[in-house]
C-alpha cells in the first residue's frame, strides 16, 4: 500500500517562505511523475506543479511560476515544493500526488494514482 505524508504547512506572512516536504512509503519514488495541487476554500483542486521521474522536465502553473520551485531526492523518497515570494492567495491546503510508470512531468489531476492528506498554508496580509 503507498502512502504519501506532506509536512511543512503552517502560516506565513505575505512575502514569506515555506518548504513542503511529501515522503513515500510502500513504493519507490524513482519511477513516479509526482505532482502538488492546492485546494483553496469554496475552491476546485488546482495544479501548483510537477516534476518527471528524472527531474529533466517540471510543470508549473502560471500562477506560482518563478516563486516555486519543484524538486526530488529519490534516494530519500521525497519530494519537496519550496514556495517563495508567498501571497495570501495561495492559502490553500496542499497535497502531494505521484503517478507511477509516467516519466513526465502532468498537470492533470486525473493522471495521478495516490495522493496525501495535505498539508495546510495560511499566508496572512
Known amino acids: 500500500q503507498v502512502q504519501l505524508v506532506e509536512s511543512g504547512g503552517g502560516l506565513v506572512q505575505a512575502g514569506g517562505s515555506l518548504r513542503l516536504s511529501c515522503v513515500a512509503s510502500?513504493?519507490?519514488?524513482?519511477?513516479?511523475?509526482l505532482g502538488w495541487f492546492r485546494r483553496a476554500p469554496g475552491k476546485e483542486r488546482e495544479f501548483v506543479a510537477a516534476?518527471?521521474?528524472?527531474?529533466?522536465?517540471?510543470l508549473y502553473a502560471d500562477s506560482v511560476k518563478g516563486r516555486f520551485t519543484i524538486s526530488r531526492d529519490n534516494a530519500k523518497n521525497m519530494v519537496y515544493l519550496q514556495m517563495n515570494s508567498l501571497e495570501p492567495e495561495d492559502t490553500a491546503v496542499y497535497y502531494c500526488?505521484?503517478?507511477?510508470?509516467?516519466?513526465?512531468?502532468?498537470?492533470?489531476?486525473?493522471?495521478?494514482?495516490?495522493w496525501g492528506q495535505g498539508t495546510q498554508v495560511t499566508v496572512s496580509s
Open positions: 510502500g513504493r519507490t519514488l524513482s519511477s513516479a511523475a
Open positions: 516534476v518527471g521521474w528524472s527531474a529533466g522536465t517540471t
Open positions: 500526488a505521484g503517478a507511477w510508470g509516467r516519466p513526465f512531468a502532468r498537470s492533470a489531476w486525473y493522471e495521478y494514482d495516490y
